[in-house]
């Protein structure tokens, strides 16, 4: 299920595919170890702490800050027919940063420390189902 995870994929297989299921289901995950407890963001098969290899996925918060940002004009394969579109890397409330597209609440000339929201997004059918997130403009008070 691996394969429906971003907009375009090359992996296949992966410890942590169940993350596809998770943003299905509306969900964001980080992954905790079951051993020591040490939760990543993004998800990670191998503990950090212990190298233990067992793991769950447990639902974060998805409040985040803006760090940074691009717009791409130039795009890779896959893409082309999204340029131009911007990227940020926030830091999440919860621990760990993450990288995603501006979703369509998000104005392109955001501040750097803007806060945001990660939200999980289904684009597609069938074969066709992608599963990803984008950063959405948060409102302060309603995304508690």
Excluded: N, W
Aim: hydrophobic share 35%; with cysteine; glycine share 12%.
């Amino acid at each position: 299920m691996f394969d429906r995870f971003g907009m375009i994929t090359l992996t296949r297989f992966s410890k942590v595919g169940g993350i596809v299921d998770e943003l299905l289901a509306g969900r964001f995950v980080a992954s905790r170890c079951t051993r020591c407890g040490a939760r990543s963001f993004p998800p990670r098969a191998d503990c950090s702490e212990c190298r233990s290899g067992e793991f769950e996925f447990v639902e974060i918060s998805r409040r985040a800050r803006l760090l940074s940002y691009t717009t791409i004009h130039a795009a890779p394969t896959g893409f082309e027919d999204q340029v131009p579109y911007t990227l940020g890397v926030v830091e999440l409330e919860a621990g760990g940063r993450a990288m995603a597209c501006y979703g369509e609440t998000l104005p392109v000339d955001s501040e750097l420390g803007t806060p945001v929201s990660v939200v999980p997004c289904v684009r597609g059918k069938g074969d066709g189902l992608r599963a990803y997130y984008t950063l959405e403009r948060r409102e302060e008070e309603a995304d508690g």
